[in-house]
């Protein structure tokens, strides 16, 4: 299988350092000729894009440059997607678990084909381009959540969280990146199309990531509690968080498992605080 990977940020570095065999695109695709002339410089087989917008220091930077926001997240996957459907090549493209805010329909959590309900610029370009992808047959949406590493990274949500000085008391879906590579490449590998929700089973609130913080690896840690709301209110955000419980239907449809988040959770900050260096200060 020759993967091609589109995209050198978090989650595309994450999967080339695991797939040794995979080629990582050397160029940005901006135009639907751009999209042609790299499938046929790689010849790939599948494809998975992990290339996007997001943001910085957080996606609320999308707030204020919805074009680029768009640009990123919606245009350039349809260009791609056009290329790999023209072609027959296989396209694995990551979607994100934040176009749903809130409680579900459904008591066990967001279903694959549920209607998002996406409030920031960002999860809307997101969602915009899920409802494209999804009504192409040889594509599949991965969509991760809040993703968690045993590598301390700026884009690592244990990272994040001990580096807020405020954090917010929600409950949510997440992604153990480990976990989530190797289902991408089982995805790869049976070039199933869908929709798929690669996030751990169960859920896990932010309280709980943090004592296993506090356990592991920095027993001095502190932090105040508050609200979502308190959050925008307070000046923190712009606009409000995405929490949500999903489920994982589609996943255990194909017989692809993803270790129970408590479990795995355990396991990561076990493997986080052999490499964990104390941040010099605290942010927000």
Same mark, same amino acid.
């Given at each position: 299988m020759k993967i091609l990977i589109i995209g050198k940020g978090f989650i595309g570095r994450k999967c080339a350092q695991m797939w040794p065999e995979a080629e990582v695109a050397d160029t940005k695709i901006f135009s639907r000729e751009d999209a042609f002339n790299l499938l046929d410089k790689y010849t790939p087989d599948v494809i998975l894009n992990a290339a996007g917008v997001r943001g910085k220091p957080n996606v609320d930077w999308c707030e204020t440059h919805q074009i680029e926001t768009i640009e990123g997240n919606t245009i350039m996957p349809l260009f791609l997607a056009e290329a790999c459907t023209t072609k027959n090549i296989y396209l694995l493209h990551v979607g994100s678990g934040c176009i749903f805010y809130g409680p579900s329909p459904d008591p066990k959590g967001w279903k694959e084909d549920d209607f998002g309900n996406p409030k920031a610029v960002y999860s809307r370009a997101k969602w915009a381009t899920d409802l494209c992808l999804s009504t192409l047959p040889n594509v599949a949406i991965a969509r991760i959540r809040m993703p968690i590493d045993y590598v301390p990274s700026a884009e690592n949500l244990i990272t994040k969280l001990a580096s807020f000085s405020k954090v917010i008391d929600v409950e949510n879906s %997440?992604? #153990? %990146? !480990? @976990?989530? %590579?190797?289902?991408?490449?089982? =995805? &790869?590998? =049976?070039?199933?199309? +869908?929709?798929?929700? #690669?996030?751990?089973? +169960?859920?896990? *609130?932010? *309280? !709980?990531? &943090?004592? &296993?913080?506090? *356990?592991?690896? @920095?027993?001095?840690?502190?932090?105040?509690?508050?609200? @979502?709301? @308190? =959050? %925008?209110? &307070?000046? =923190?955000? *712009?606009? !409000?968080?995405?929490?949500n419980f999903l489920q994982s239907d589609n996943l255990s449809k194909l017989k692809i498992k993803m270790r129970p988040i408590k479990e795995a959770m355990e396991d990561t900050m076990v493997r986080y605080a052999k490499l964990y260096k104390p941040a010099i200060e605290k942010s927000y």
């Open positions: %997440v992604t #153990v %990146v !480990e @976990d989530m %590579v190797n289902a991408f490449y089982q =995805l &790869l590998n =049976l070039q199933a199309s +869908g929709i798929f929700h #690669v996030t751990n089973p +169960g859920t896990i *609130k932010h *309280k !709980e990531i &943090l004592a &296993l913080y506090e *356990k592991y690896v @920095d027993p001095s840690h502190k932090n105040e509690w508050i609200t @979502d709301k @308190d =959050l %925008v209110n &307070l000046g =923190l955000a *712009k606009k !409000e968080r995405s929490n």
